[in-house]
Structure formats: C-alpha cells, structure tokens
C-alpha cells in the first residue's frame, strides 16, 4: 500500500502520505553540493591563475589593511608597479650574509628608481630598511577584506568546540531542552574563542614620544570602534586601524599602559546587547514546555479524561 487514512480533527479521516519508494534526492541537497563544487572551482581557477590571499597580522598598514583584513593579490604580470601601488613582497637577502624576516610583507610603493622598490607601511613613522625588486614582489593587491583575516583564524577553533558540543548534547532526551543546550553550548565556544582571539577590541602601542609633553602612538588593532585611555586619564577614540596620540603624564619616557575600552554610539549599544541576548532568550524558549490543544506537550491521549465523563 502506497497510502491509508488517519484520524484527523474532529474525527474526519485524513489520507496519510508516504514518501513514495526511489524518490529523487531531496532538491536541498542538490544546491548544496553544486555550490560547493562552484566555490571549490572557483577557487582552484583563481589559485591556478596566481591569486593570492594574505592574513593581515601587524598594523603597519593602518586603515588601508587593519589586522585581521584579508588581502587578495594577483601576479603583477605586465602592470607597471608605480608609487602608490600596495603590494605583498618578500624582503631580500640583508647585506652582510644575513636575512631580514623572511616573511610575506604589505606595504605601499613610495618609491621607484632604476628598479629599486621603496616600501613603507601607511602607519610606520620611516620607510622599510631595504630596496626590493619586481622579482622580489609576490602580488600586486587588489582587494582587502576587513575582518575575514580573523574568521580564517577563529574558524578551526569554532568549529571543533561547535563539534565537541554537538557531540556531548546529543545523548540529551527531548529535542526542545537539546537545541536549547545546543544553542547555549554554542555561544560559550563562540564566546571563549572570541576572548582568546580578541578580534573586536585591542591597540597595539608601537611608540613612546617623550618630551615636555610626551604622547604614546597606537593603533587600533580590532575591529569595533575604541577609546584609548592613558594612565593619566587622556583618551582618544579611534576606529578600526586607525593611527592615534594619547596624552602622558610629564616624565613618561617608558612603557605604558594604555586601556582599550569599547565605544559605541548608542544605537550600537542597544545591537550589541540585542545580539547577545538573542541565544539567551531563543534557549529559554525552546526549553519551555510546549503545550498542544490545552494539554501539556507529550501527554498521552488515554491520560485526558473525556468531556462530559463521570
């Protein structure tokens, strides 16, 4: 039998559908895997023609390519490299038989001479301590993606505390007080990842000017909106990767402590607590007891007494 009947409201009988044998894969599952197979694609064609993707770490770029940013270079190919280009280069070998940092820098052309490259980041005080040349230069920057440098670093350390919880949760009766577990689960990873990582609030001090009246340079290195406040209580409010000077009591010619506190407009404070009450209040709602036709979730019909009975 493909079908039958069952008793509806009010006793009227409904036909019962079944899923009929051989159906066709669900039409979800189909989108999925042809999406990810596009981006997989997609990828790959980019990688193959020389694209590349570089996590942003330090903040000598400031506002241009904050930490945390991710830039999207390509080959410079036949493109003329002039000043003012910003390009992802590896420093040379240093005179004297030893290395400078052989890492992936980002930094703007300032200068070109006789093939000689000038480097300089947008938030540094001097230009970089070498020369590099084409040879020397990894891509030519075409795009920057604020933020996506953190999702990249958070994203194993989510995914295998989302993992874990999902795992612990699921020996948990009752679907309601699971999703709520789960839910709930998943907000504390989330919250200790973010803790950890620090992607929202932070600076880094990268000076001291002393003198008369001496400052401390820094730079916001998070993504949200701070106030830097001196030992001394001055204060300056910056944005994401943006270059700031914040007062110091007379005498300071040292390390100091600067505080990043979060400054939010209002209607910014009102979306952050909304956001972080959401998780709170979806939980307490799915571990509500659910309540169908008058009666408490799951009670059973032979536990309801008939109308009208003695």
Known sequence: MTGGLVAGVGGTAVPRRRRAPGRAVPVRVVVTVATVLLVLLVVGAAMAAGVRTFDVRTP????????????VTVP?????????????????????????????YTHRITAVADGAITTKGDANGAADAWTITRVDVVGRVVAVLPGAGWVLRMLPWAVGGVGVVWLLTGFLPGCAGRTAARLVGVSVV?????AVFRPFVALVVTGVEA???PVADVVST????????GPAGASERLVSGAVGQVPLPPGTDGAVAIAARLDLTPAGWVALVVLCAVPLVVGVLLARPRHRGGRPAGTRDEDVEPAGAS
């Open 76 to 104: 410079p190919g036949q493109h003329r490299l002039a000043v003012g280009d910003v390009v992802t280069f590896v420093p040379p070998v240093a005179a004297g038989g030893g290395t400078a940092a052989r890492l992936p």
């Open 222 to 229: 998070g993504l949200l909106p701070i106030r830097a406040v």
């Open 60 to 71: 000598s770029m400031g506002r241009t390519a904050p930490v945390g940013s991710l830039v």
């Open 211 to 213: 003198g008369a009246r």
């Open 190 to 194: 989330l919250a200790v990842v973010v």
